[in-house]
């Protein structure tokens, strides 16, 4: 009898009706690590790599945006090669912030997620909302790579002293090699040569 009325309770319970506007407590609070997965990693190195890899995410984060403003706001006589280049840029940047976002929930921490607190957190300088030069972007740029490279460098071998491997394979093998090529690419962009007569050297240096 007292489980025919459970089943009717548990019927009346199921409906197809949506519910809407549900709110509730935080499972986890940002800044903690939870779940202790068999990972062979102690909870303070997992607090402390989770912490750094979420400075690592806001700026990621805001250099992928910065990469869709110049992708979108480019003008001049390089836009066609700068909009894409901008474009393909900002979509490797995009898997990297996946990457780093999931390294941080695989350790048990919860990672920054919403714009307010990525611009609360990111180190990278904000732009303007206006439209810029083609060397200023390319100049916000470049200084947001650097931001990230000079925390990367430290980050992963802090890692490797605490036997994190793969925060450390991570870092160096997909944030640190992306942005270094990333940086080479944009800087190229910023050698000041002619572009369609070159220069003729003067009578002192002569032909050689």
Do not use: C
Not at 26 to 39: K, M, R, S
Not at 117 to 136: F, K, Q, W, Y
């Amino acid at each position: 009898m007292a489980k025919k009325h459970s089943e009717k309770n548990h019927a009346r319970d199921i409906s197809a009706q949506p519910r809407f506007h549900q709110r509730a407590g935080e499972i986890q609070p940002y800044g903690t690590v939870n779940h202790a997965l068999p990972l062979d990693l102690e909870e303070t190195v997992r607090l402390e790599m989770t912490n750094k890899l979420n400075q690592l995410l806001a700026d990621t984060m805001t250099i992928r945006d910065l990469y869709k403003k110049s992708h979108w706001q480019v003008a001049g006589p390089t836009f066609y090669q700068l909009h894409l280049l901008y474009d393909k840029h900002y979509g490797e940047q995009v898997e990297l912030v996946d990457l780093i976002a999931e390294r941080i929930q695989l350790l048990g921490g919860i990672s920054l997620a919403m714009a307010a607190d990525v611009a609360e957190t990111t180190r990278i300088e904000r732009p303007p909302r206006g439209r810029e030069e083609v060397p200023v972007q390319l100049s916000r740029l470049l200084d947001a790579h650097q931001i990230i490279i000079e925390g990367a460098r430290p980050l992963a071998r802090r890692a490797s002293e605490l036997g994190d491997d793969g925060t450390n394979d991570l870092v160096v093998s997909d944030v640190l090699r992306s942005n270094e090529l990333q940086v080479w690419f944009l800087s190229e962009h910023l050698v000041d040569v002619p572009l369609v007569r070159a220069k003729e050297r003067s009578a002192a240096t002569g032909a050689r």
